[in-house]
Structures are given as structure tokens and as C-alpha cells.
């Protein structure tokens, strides 16, 4: 009776413990937001300002943006997997889903990447026009996200080899990197909808 007494005070201790993580996360998410809102506000005031450059329609591509659209969007489906995995605590399984997850961010960041390099060897680099500037600004800023979500995911798998099952605290881990990462799906749609269809279109 007493062990459980003190089983269940340690439960609803580790709960007590988590519970501010996540909500503190979802705090770090709404700043984020903000960050967002505000370059997204200010591409709006600027993307006709081309000073005499390319304009959107001339410099995008869309089928390559579509791929780096789709692998994103099915990155955040793998991870998915990897949250019903790690919830049945099936570590293996869920390492193997975040490894995938990693290969598909990775070869989003590439693609973000190669679109970057092609756009600046043609002339077309941040410092060509406003239009330009607030582009890189805002992709830019979507794809360092990127690149520290792949940091973090990294950490997670090294910090989780080995691991037959998983504790309160990694499962916490886990559930922020989810939230992250779905943060930055949600964010890329806009990015896609916003600057790239409407520039185009």
C-alpha cells in the first residue's frame, strides 16, 4: 500500500514535472509565431518593390518548391509514426520512423539550399532588390528552424540508442520536437501559399 502510495506520488510528481515543459514550448511556439508574423508582414509591404530585378515569377520555380513541399509534408507524416511508436514504447520502431523523418528534412534542406545557390549565381540575391531581401529573410529563417529541428532529432536518436523503453522525460523531449516540427509544416504551407503561388500566380 505504501509503495503504490509512493508510486503514484512519483507519478504525479513526473507529471506535475512535464506538464510546465510542454506548456512552456507551446509558449517558445507563440513567439515564434510572432517572428514569423512579422517577416511575413513585411514581404507583403515589400514583394513589388523589384527596383528594376526579377520579380517572383521569373526567379521561382514551382515543380522544385511542389517536391520540397511534399517531402516536408511527409516528414511530419513519419514523425507522426514515430509519436504512435514511441507511445506503445516501441523504441526501435520509433528510432527507425525519426531516422526517415531526418533523411526527409535533410534532403528538404537541400533542396532549399540548391534553390538559394541557383538564385544567387543568376544575380538574384538578397541584395538585388527589397522583393529579394524579404524572400531570403523569410525562407531563410524557415530553413535555420529546419536545420535546428535536424539538430535536435539527432540529439534524440543518440541520446535514445541503445534505450529498450522510454521515461517521462524523453517522451517529453519527443512530444516538443513534435510540436516543432508540425510548427514548421504549418509555417511552410504559408510560405509555399503566400510567397511562391501568389508570386507566381
Known amino acids: 500500500m505504501a509503495q503504490n502510495m509512493t508510486a503514484d506520488a512519483g507519478h504525479a510528481h513526473d507529471e506535475h514535472h512535464e506538464s ?18 512579422t517577416l511575413f508582414a513585411v514581404f507583403a509591404v515589400l ?24 517531402i516536408l509534408l511527409f516528414s511530419s507524416i ?11 514504447n516501441k523504441v526501435s520502431t520509433m528510432r ?13 534542406l537541400f533542396m532549399e539550399i540548391r534553390e538559394f545557390s541557383h538564385m544567387i549565381a ?3 540575391g538578397p541584395d ?32 535514445t540508442a541503445g534505450k529498450t523503453e522510454l521515461n517521462e ?12 516540427w508540425h510548427f514548421l509544416d504549418i509555417v511552410w504551407i504559408c510560405v509555399f501559399s503566400f510567397v511562391y503561388l501568389m508570386s507566381v500566380i
Open 122 to 124: 543568376e544575380g538574384n
Open 78 to 88: 513519419t514523425y507522426g509514426f514515430g509519436m504512435i511508436a514511441a507511445h506503445e
Open 128 to 159: 538585388r532588390s527589397a522583393f529579394l531581401s524579404s524572400f531570403f529573410t523569410l525562407v531563410g529563417t524557415h530553413g535555420l528552424h529546419v536545420t535546428c529541428g535536424l539538430l535536435w532529432m539527432a540529439v534524440l536518436l543518440f541520446q
Open 169 to 180: 522525460r524523453m517522451m517529453g523531449k519527443l512530444t516538443c520536437l513534435s510540436l516543432f
Open 20 to 37: 510546465p515543459v510542454v506548456f512552456g514550448f507551446w509558449l517558445y511556439l507563440m513567439t515564434d509565431c510572432i517572428i514569423f508574423g
Open 96 to 108: 527507425t520512423w525519426l531516422g526517415v523523418t531526418f533523411l526527409l528534412g535533410l534532403g528538404f
Open 47 to 70: 514583394r513589388d518593390q523589384f527596383a528594376g530585378g526579377p520579380t517572383g515569377h521569373e526567379v521561382f520555380e514551382l515543380s522544385g518548391v511542389g517536391i520540397e513541399t511534399a
